[in-house]
T-cell receptor, first 113, second 113 residues
Framework: EAGVAQSPRYKIIEKRQSVAFWCNPI?????LYWYQQILGQGPKLLIQFQNNGVVDDSQLPKDRFSAERLKGVDSTLKIQPAKLEDSAVYLC???????????FGSGTRLTVV | AQSVTQPDIHITVSEGASLELRCNYS??????LFWYVQSPGQGLQLLLKYFSGDTLVQGIKGFEAEFKRSQSSFNLRKPSVHWSDAAEYFC???????????FGTGTRLQVFP
């Protein structure tokens, strides 16, 4: 089966600019996650979707980050305006349901200068 | 508080040597434990997981891990390391009633020929 697709792979932007990341989960996976992985740290959950509804966005900085999952398939994560501390790898994952079946994408590496 | 501690930031071993990566967790409920591996520029790949039952679990690529409840540990082992095992390794914890994974900060493994 095809894996979790993410684009772009790399992005460099200036602070205060906006950026968007895209994720296409494995077909049939109802649950989609966005994790932020800052250099030297483990991934941290930003937001979790079940179909097109938000399950958990408690760690999402909502003043600048937004995410949506239209039609319960693809998802986009947006940052506006970006700060230097947003430099990280943004990982998308999906699962059929539950904690045991995560599949991660290769991530988008964001550098804010 | 729920957390994962990986005390070794960086480990260097010779090819063919044995390996043990340490992981300690703090979790209020029955933990579900995971080890993931991340090669440069790649997403996270699941090595193995423990939910219940036999405390010694076997994973892919010849890895195994042992759950020790009394020590709140879930150490990863491999009897003979290969050069291709060089990567970053993450321990993670979750629970029965949540999809959220809490990751440690990772251990970078370097393998010398």
């Amino acid at each position: 089966e095809a894996g979790v697709a993410q684009s772009p792979r790399y992005k460099i932007i200036e602070k205060r600019q906006s950026v968007a990341f895209w994720c296409n989960p494995i077909s049939g996976h109802a649950t989609l996650y966005w994790y932020q992985q800052i250099l030297g740290q483990g991934p941290k959950l930003l937001i979790q979707f079940q179909n097109n509804g938000v399950v958990d966005d408690s760690q999402l900085p909502k003043d600048r980050f937004s995410a949506e999952r239209l039609k319960g398939v693809d998802s986009t994560l947006k940052i506006q305006p970006a700060k230097l501390e947003d430099s990280a790898v943004y990982l998308c994952a999906s699962s059929l349901g539950g904690i045991s079946g995560y599949t991660f994408g290769s991530g988008t590496r964001l550098t804010v200068v | 508080a729920q957390s994962v501690t990986q005390p070794d930031i960086h480990i260097t071993v010779s090819e063919g040597a044995s390996l043990e990566l340490r992981c300690n967790y703090s979790y209020g409920a029955t933990p579900y434990l995971f080890w993931y591996v991340q090669s440069p520029g790649q997403g996270l790949q699941l090595l193995l997981k423990y939910f219940s039952g036999d405390t010694l679990v076997q994973g892919i690529k010849g890895f195994e891990a042992e759950f020790k409840r009394s020590q709140s540990s879930f150490n990863l082992r491999k009897p003979s390391v290969h050069w291709s095992d060089a990567a970053e390794y993450f321990c993670a914890v979750g629970g029965k009633n949540t999809d959220k994974l809490i990751f440690g900060t990772g251990t970078r493994l370097q393998v010398f020929p």
